[in-house]
């Protein structure tokens, strides 16, 4: 049984009139739901229009051979507005402002891919997802019509970003967001290990009367000074580097080592490097990991390199559970190797005490994978998400997506031209309504954007603002659109257009064609 709904967004109408203001409409439609009306049946599936009255259902790509590898999709006619799946959550108050003109939002709330509605996997040519689902190569084959993933997030490491690309499926993230709060986040976590703040905080809630000296002593013993400490951190990205900067404050010396960043680096922060994470581990009183998890670095902190570690060093992780061997770390802990760690991510998420390794241990402080959030960062982490997203709608894949992780795998070499134009990521018009609308809104490019349709050419579309330009409209996006292009777009599309017409003019005879084309 399906666990979770399938919740549909109706988008507002094209058709209105302009004062018109466009109202959210919502409505749930289980599974179990769907086979009591019939809807289980193959040829009677939901409908998701885009709000117009008795307006047409998504309509199933025709996808390629999954199996096959092949991503190659036809430039004929296609579904009015593409659809969009946020796989794992149920919250699309900040993409739909966003996406709304140019594709239909439904959200799925899943947790595996076997509690995703079939029109999604059928139809869904994107797909929004956070990190509390896998999408395994059998999982990614499950979609039919599938060509972007947008993780919500930084790490991928919940896709297989191989697979994806030999689907022809981009897969993208957004790794510039929550920088400051990561960063800020570990810092308080380091200040919490050194001044215990987190475990007098509890003497005190449990109403532990401390007077006196001794006492003190006693309930702080395991504080430390943090100025002259050597604070060592694993991977010097753009959270990395952000943590060092903030320790260096604090009076931490600090050291790094990151194989995959240029000489010089630590040059220009002020930073010592080291050129392996044995000697990092050596020299460092608190050792604080900030790196991608892969196959390569998983449990890199494990019974041997614990072993390598000062004793009485600290550990921190605000990067990925995988990171370190739990099993290890408790043991490390209960012996007092480790005197405390402070952990933001876990293996198993969510992080539960009564089943993992760590139960009981002492000197450990959990905290609900929760280091990257403000109010501000997740306001900006979905716009930015959204913002991918539309990008590969009204642009081209890959070459329009800032943030593409899987370009080297993207084999398909028909990807880039099929993805542009009207294409199943297109802006939801064939090239015939596209050319109608440009010769109603702009006269002067009447002839051109006709030739351009009947030679079968996709019309230049941009990408444009996530938050400018949003209209209802068909004719006025395409407009908007034309105003958008680049020169250089016009004159490639005017080349391609007289290159069509000398050729027909050489085999037909037809010299109106090239006057039309003439007189632009």
């Known amino acids: 049984m399906v666990r979770s ?26 599974k179990r739901e769907m086979e009591r009306s019939g809807g289980g049946h193959k040829n009677k599936r939901p409908r998701i229009t885009d709000g117009g009255g008795g307006g047409p259902a998504v309509n199933q790509s025709n996808s390629a051979d999954r199996r096959g590898g092949s991503s190659s999709m036809g430039n004929g006619p296609m579904h009015p507005r593409p659809l969009i799946a946020l796989l794992d959550g149920r919250d699309c108050s900040v993409e739909m402002p966003i996406l709304k003109d140019v594709a239909t939002v439904a959200f799925c709330d899943a947790q595996s891919t076997t ?10 040519v994107g797909a929004l997802m956070w990190h509390t689902i896998t999408l395994t190569r059998e999982d990614l084959e499950k979609f039919k019509a599938l060509r972007i993933i947008v993780r919500i997030g930084s790490g991928v490491d919940n896709i297989d970003i191989k697979a994806a690309g030999e689907l022809g499926v981009a897969v993208c993230n957004v790794p510039g967001f929550g920088v400051e709060e990561v960063a800020d986040t570990t810092l308080s976590l380091i200040l919490n290990l050194y001044r215990r703040s987190h475990w007098l905080a509890n003497e005190v809630a ?39 900067l903030r320790a260096k404050v604090f009076g931490f010396n600090v050291i790094f080592h990151d194989p995959y960043i240029p000489d010089g680096i630590e040059k220009s922060l002020g930073l010592t490097r080291v050129y ?8 460092s009183d608190c050792v604080s990991l900030h790196c991608t998890l892969n196959e390569q670095n998983h449990h890199m902190i494990n019974d041997f390199t614990i072993k390598q570690m000062r004793p009485g060093a600290f550990l921190v992780n605000t990067a990925r559970g995988g990171l370190i061997d739990e099993g290890a770390l408790a043991a490390a802990l209960k012996d007092g190797r480790i005197r405390a760690a402070a952990l933001d991510v876990n293996e198993n998420e969510p992080f539960s005490p009564q089943t993992t390794p760590l139960r009981d241990c002492p000197n450990l402080m959990c ?41 080297e795998f993207l084999h398909s070499p028909g990807l880039r031209d099929n993805m542009n134009g009207a294409s199943a990521l297109a802006a939801g018009m064939s090239a015939a309504a596209a050319a109608a609308a440009l ?10 954007a006709g030739a351009a349709s009947a030679a079968g050419l996709p019309l230049p579309i941009v990408p444009m603002s996530p938050h400018a330009g949003l209209t209802s409209s068909p004719a006025a996006a395409a407009a908007a659109a034309l105003a958008a292009a680049q020169q250089q777009q016009q004159a490639q599309l005017l080349s391609q257009v007289q290159q069509h017409n000398a050729a027909n003019h050489n085999n037909n005879n037809n010299s109106s064609s090239n ?6």
């Open 439 to 448: 010769a109603q809104h702009f006269p002067g490019m009447q002839h051109m």
């Open 206 to 244: 449990n109403s532990k009367k401390i007077n006196g000296p001794e006492q003190v002593r006693d309930a702080a013993k395991g504080c430390a000074r943090i100025r002259g400490d050597t604070l060592g951190i694993v991977g010097l990205g753009r959270i990395g580097s952000a943590v060092a």
């Open 276 to 283: 392996s994470l044995q000697e990092l581990l050596f020299q």
């Open 115 to 124: 509690e995703i509605h079939e029109k999604v996997l059928n139809e869904a």
């Open 5 to 30: 709904y399938f919740r549909t967004f109706i988008l507002a109408s094209s058709k209105r009139s302009p004062g018109w203001n466009p109202r959210l409409e919502s409505s749930k439609i289980s």
């Open 367 to 407: 905290t609900p994978h929760a280091a990257w959030f403000s109010e501000q960062s997740y306001q900006e982490l979905r716009e930015m998400a959204a913002a991918e997203v539309r990008r590969a709608i009204t642009g081209r894949v890959p070459d329009n997506l800032r943030n593409c992780v899987n370009k």
């Open 515 to 520: 006057k039309d084309v003439d007189s632009d």
